[in-house]
């Protein structure tokens, strides 16, 4: 699980953020699959309990603003997992 953390969460930021630049919904879906373990792994802490499994459902949202053509909706919605990525890097190498 462990090696799939860190690389697929990582790449699964890149992959929003050229999707979002180039407009392809269709990477925001396979960004979505990539932060699935991350989800995963924190839908079994007690303090993410349900909200770990929102953070792929936030790219399948972005997904459909991106069709729209409402990017900015969509970078919103992808906002709280990178957040969510730099506090959890952060509490990680502060342990």
């Given at each position: 699980?462990?090696l799939l953390?860190?690389?697929c969460?990582?790449a699964s930021?890149?992959?929003?953020i050229i999707?979002?630049?180039?407009r392809k919904?269709?990477?925001?879906?396979?960004s979505?699959?990539?932060?699935?373990?991350?989800s995963?792994?924190?839908?079994?802490t007690s303090?993410?309990l349900?909200?770990?499994?929102i953070?792929?459902?936030?790219?399948?949202?972005?997904?459909?603003?991106?069709?729209?053509?409402m990017?900015?909706?969509?970078?919103?919605?992808v906002i709280?997992?990178?957040?969510l990525?730099g506090w959890l890097g952060?509490?990680v190498?502060?342990?």
């Amino acid at each position: 699980m462990q090696l799939l953390f860190w690389p697929c969460t990582i790449a699964s930021l890149i992959l929003c953020i050229i999707a979002l630049s180039i407009r392809k919904s269709k990477l925001l879906v396979l960004s979505s699959i990539l932060i699935f373990p991350m989800s995963l792994y924190l839908a079994a802490t007690s303090r993410f309990l349900v909200w770990g499994l929102i953070f792929p459902l936030l790219y399948l949202g972005a997904t459909k603003f991106v069709t729209k053509k409402m990017i900015w909706v969509g970078v919103l919605l992808v906002i709280p997992n990178f957040l969510l990525v730099g506090w959890l890097g952060f509490v990680v190498l502060n342990q």
